[in-house]
């Protein structure tokens, strides 16, 4: 648990490197549910579970809360955001505006930099199986997690801001939390094989109305999906080993 005098250095200088992978491996636990909506995260344990020093430890934990994977509170420490439906759907509206005005952006401006780049992300994620076969069944294939994101960012590269695909990727790590926690499976995504291609069809094709009905319906049919699960889980142990 989490004491109210467990705080960390500030003013120190943190070499980036540890700094970096120190957030790097804290943002792939929480956005794979290795913690639970609500969860503390006491500074002491997390220094000894990837055995890191205090400094670039709050480092990483300062830079997730800007992101929102991470809340802050005043005396009382670091923790998981207590998400729930009604954040899954402000989210998921959020995610789907964005989008929406990134991907009619980079359409705009296609020229053939951002056609070839989204050719490759697509055919990279095309040629690779969503699942693997483990000693617990299906789970999902971390190569084609990695293609997945790759391909939305590719969609929404062109539209010449910065700040705009940052903050969409910041959302779909946000979503691939709810979609992890809520151990969404192969079971559930039958009939939506052809989302992916659809999508780049129509973006490729600079059809800009048709790519942004898309990108809204896989949004948000995902998101719906998520909460049916969310609503019929029951509660996870808090940290996995």
């Known amino acids: 648990m989490l004491e109210p005098d467990d705080s960390l250095p500030a003013g120190r200088i943190v070499p980036a490197t540890l700094a970096s992978q120190t957030y790097e491996r804290l943002r792939r636990d929480i956005v794979d549910a290795h913690y639970a909506p609500g969860q503390k995260l006491g500074t002491r344990q997390l220094s000894e579970r990837y055995d890191v020093g205090l400094a670039p430890l709050r480092e990483a934990l300062t830079r997730l809360s800007r992101e929102g994977l991470v809340v802050q509170h005043d005396r009382r420490g670091f923790a998981v955001p207590n998400f729930g439906g009604a954040h899954l759907e402000e989210l998921s509206r959020t995610r789907s505006w964005l989008n ?82 809520s151990r969404i499976t192969a079971e559930h995504r039958k009939g939506r094989e052809n989302e992916h291609e659809k999508l780049f069809q129509a973006a490729v094709s600079l059809q800009a109305d048709e790519a942004a009905r898309l990108m809204r319906k896989h949004v948000m049919e995902t998101a719906q999906r998520v909460q049916e699960r969310l609503l019929t889980e029951s509660a996870r142990p808090g940290l996995r080993s």
């Open 100 to 181: 929406d005005i990134a991907l009619r952006a980079s359409i705009d401006y296609a020229d053939q930099t951002w056609v070839q780049g989204l050719v490759q992300a697509y055919h990279r994620l095309a040629r690779l199986d969503r699942y693997l076969k483990g000693k617990d069944g299906l789970r999902e294939n971390p190569e084609w997690e990695a293609a997945h994101r790759d391909f939305h960012t590719a969609l929404i590269a062109g539209c010449r801001s910065r700040w705009m695909i940052d903050y969409c990727n910041q959302m779909f790590e946000a979503s691939t939390y709810y979609r992890r926690y």
